[in-house]
């Protein structure tokens, strides 16, 4: 009878002269897939190679993940190896993730036709329209275009182009950081024609300028800028270099009724002519191409009865130093002043109040919102040398409708003007 170690020794023997055909191989018991819109599945797994059943290694998953790379529909590929049974190790789950990329829901065009998902360009390119009647400066038309590229950046380039009132063309660059510290940055140039609507001719300006914002706490917000700019008005061409800053208070969930909220801003530029201003004897000859400009707005909006809205407005526009045409504040409006036509004054210091009631007529649960308004209107416009007491404030006075919804809004004031006489303000534009 052999002995036991004779029978052990003989059975490692056996084990060890066992072929490998024979030894336990890994095999793919199931294939996924993961983050595919547009690509089905069965076109993923058919693209990649790998089949059910088949014996698996880590060669065929370096083989897949380029075969489907290599198809080029794909921002990223990833094929993972997991395990499809926790008692058998051998049965493999092959995991395909895919990126497709920036891609966007098409709603159906004709009735009954269903939605379905197309690829975005890799620029990302949108189109917003520009249409804009603002008072004095008649409708203004063109179209916004954005290059996006991929959403997850946090950047575009814009290019408005419009036409009419508003003749404008130029480039900014926008950037967006992911944290909260960080400031939102744009830079970009542009060209702009206007007919002024005091000294009725072309105002034209080139301007190259930087800014940055920062969100401080809660509703304030800052920001600063450095700008180079160009100016022609009446045969004058002023060239400047500013630097300025800005701090922003605002507390509105909805601009048109807010209840009980406040606005304001503070604005100060620090402009450095390129040709000399103005003489003046209050300053050095090394000081007289310099100029600070201060712009101050505080708004204040009082719920009444019935969703009706007291809004509040004060607003002063001031220089250190008697300014080009190009630069003086414009008084008369729609946008301090109406009751008065656009560019009924302009000084190199503005002063501007209003008082209006804002009553609802739509219910709250509409999508657009429409009301009507009263209001009175005072203001004034002067240039250096002159004082505010010294001034007679032109009062305006009257009543409209309005309404905004999520992409317009419109808006229609009659107002009389003490001494001046009756004047219709329309407005309107698309926002986004």
Excluded at 33 to 44: F, K, M, R, S, W
Excluded at 265 to 275: K, S, V
Excluded at 301 to 319: E, I, M, N, P, W
């Amino acid at each position: 009878m052999p002995s036991p170690i004779r029978v052990l020794a003989c059975g490692l023997a056996i084990l060890v002269s066992v072929p490998p055909a024979f030894a336990q191989q890994d095999v793919i018991a199931s294939i996924r897939v993961q983050g595919n819109t547009l690509t089905p599945d069965a076109e993923i797994i058919r693209a990649s190679g790998l089949s059910e059943g088949e014996a698996f290694s880590d060669e065929l998953l370096v083989a897949a993940a380029d075969r489907l790379r290599a198809a080029g529909r794909f921002e990223s590929v990833d094929v993972l190896k997991r395990y499809a049974s926790i008692a058998d190790p051998t049965q493999v789950l092959i995991l395909i993730r895919v990126n497709e990329g920036p891609i966007r829901v098409v709603a159906g065009v004709l009735p009954g036709q269903t939605p379905h998902v197309v690829r975005r360009s890799k620029l990302n390119l949108m189109v917003v329209p520009i249409l804009d009647a603002e008072d004095g400066y008649g409708l203004t038309f063109g179209a916004q275009l954005a290059l996006a590229g991929n959403s997850s950046t946090g950047s575009r380039v814009v290019f408005p182009l419009s036409w009419g009132g508003d003749k404008r063309a130029g480039a900014e660059f926008q950037k967006e950081f992911a944290s909260p510290l960080a400031p939102r940055v744009t830079a970009g140039a542009f060209v702009q024609r206007r007919t002024h609507p005091f000294f009725h001719g072309d105002a034209d300006r080139t301007r190259v300028q930087a800014r940055t914002e920062w969100k401080l706490f809660g509703s304030m917000r800052a920001g600063t800028e450095i700008a180079w700019q160009k100016a022609t008005l009446l045969g004058r061409t002023d060239t400047t270099r500013s630097v300025g800053a800005d701090v922003v208070v605002d507390t509105r969930r909805d601009l048109m009724l807010p209840r009980n909220a406040v606005y304001a801003r503070l604005g100060i530029d620090r402009l450095n002519f390129a040709a000399g201003l103005v003489p003046a004897t209050s300053v050095t000859p090394s000081d007289s191409r310099s100029v600070t400009r201060t712009d101050v707005e505080a708004d204040g909006y009082l719920g009444l009865y019935h969703g009706s809205v007291l809004a509040l407005r004060v607003l002063r526009q001031d220089a250190s130093r008697s300014m080009p045409p190009f630069f003086k504040s414009i008084l008369g409006g729609s946008d301090n002043l109406r009751g008065f036509r656009a560019g009924t004054a302009v000084g190199d210091t503005l002063a501007a109040g209003s008082a209006e009631i804002r009553i609802p007529l739509s219910s709250p649960l509409n999508l657009g919102t429409f009301g009507t308004s009263v209001f009175i209107d005072v203001g004034t416009a002067y240039d250096k040398g002159q004082r505010f007491r010294e001034r007679d404030l032109k009062r305006g006075v009257g009543a409209g409708v309005w309404a905004t919804a999520a992409l317009f809004r419109i808006s229609l004031m009659v107002a009389h003007g003490i001494g001046a006489g009756t004047r219709v303000h329309f407005g309107a534009g698309l926002t986004f």
